[in-house]
């Protein structure tokens, strides 16, 4: 309990000095984005090569990342499906809120979140890692694809999707450093450290672009996305770990650590990196920026209780 107090506190204090630095214009007008293109372009990245060029590729695939992985495929394609039906009742149709959406009500918090509470909640590290690899190797890929398409504003060819990873330095650093990994090759510290540097600063300047884009926002007021706003929050807060127990408990038959780290990777709140993802490619940014918001408000809660009763 005291790792996902301390985590949320962490999140929250750099979200404020963002806030912060929105309200009086210390950047400027454009610093959001400037601050949005600089996480994904440079700092993120370099975060990703050095976090998989020095992981263990030998206990990926586990009963826990299993859970995880069909509980966020389910919620994803749920999200899309109601979407699509929500949206064919009003007569509307946005893709790019249907495609954030999904991504805000699956795509966890687990570099910066993710990790404290694997610590202190799970009590080892390693359980964070394959949800880790899931999500950079091929759930944020997939996201970015869909994302690019939409930016575009038209469908790809099959030789542009083939293409589409050559565009994303998020997907080349991935690939770089999972290739290091499967290498066995063991990078001197000194050669990592520049990247360790830069890496550092991915999370942090995250959050103070996220801080900054809360400025004027409202993230309970009415509006045509809040219906977006609130299934995506309920499907992430709720339904994601619930799916989560019942595949794990009674498909997978898991118990103990294992089932606990299952819930409680599902449970972790969207990432701010889809808010990063929207801003990249102006795909509703603002239903992005509310859904990490709240669903990091909410998680602070839930967390609590799923380890209280598995724990």
Do not use: C
Not at 152 to 160: D, E, K, V
Not at 181 to 191: Q, T
């Amino acid at each position: 309990m005291r790792g996902v107090l301390t985590g949320f506190a962490a999140i929250w204090a750099v979200t404020l000095v963002g806030y912060l630095i929105g309200r009086y214009g210390l950047l400027g007008p454009g610093g959001t984005t400037v601050l949005a293109r600089l996480v994904f372009f440079i700092a993120t990245p370099a975060l990703l090569f050095t976090t998989l060029a020095t992981s263990s590729l030998g206990e990926v695939f586990t009963g826990a990342l299993a859970a995880f992985v069909l509980s966020t495929v389910i919620v994803a394609v749920a999200y899309v499906g109601l979407a699509v039906v929500v949206s064919r009742r009003r007569d509307e149709s946005s893709h790019g809120e249907t495609a954030v959406g999904a991504l805000a009500s699956s795509y966890v918090n687990a570099g910066n979140l993710g990790i404290p509470v694997a610590a202190y909640v799970l009590g080892d590290v390693s359980f964070i890692a394959p949800v880790l690899l899931f999500q950079t190797l091929l759930y944020a890929p997939l996201g970015l694809a869909v994302l690019d398409a939409l930016a575009a504003g038209r469908r790809p060819s099959a030789r542009q999707w083939a293409a589409l990873p050559l565009r994303s330095p998020i997907m080349l650093a991935s690939a770089a450093g999972l290739a290091v990994a499967a290498s066995g090759w063991d990078p001197p510290e000194e050669a990592l450290r520049p990247f360790d540097l830069v890496g550092q600063a991915a999370v942090p300047l995250a959050l103070l672009a996220l801080g900054m884009s809360l400025r004027g926002s409202r993230p309970l007021a009415p509006g045509p996305d809040a219906w977006h706003r609130y299934t995506a929050v309920v499907l992430k807060v709720i339904a994601q770990p619930a799916l989560a127990y019942l595949i794990g408990r009674f498909i997978l038959g898991l118990s103990g650590p294992t089932l606990l780290a299952a819930v409680v990777t599902s449970a972790l709140p969207t990432a701010q990196n889809v808010f990063v993802f929207a801003a990249r490619y102006g795909q509703a940014p603002g239903l992005a920026r509310d859904a990490v918001v709240l669903t990091t408000l909410a998680a602070a809660g839930t967390l609590v209780v799923i380890t209280t009763l598995l724990g």
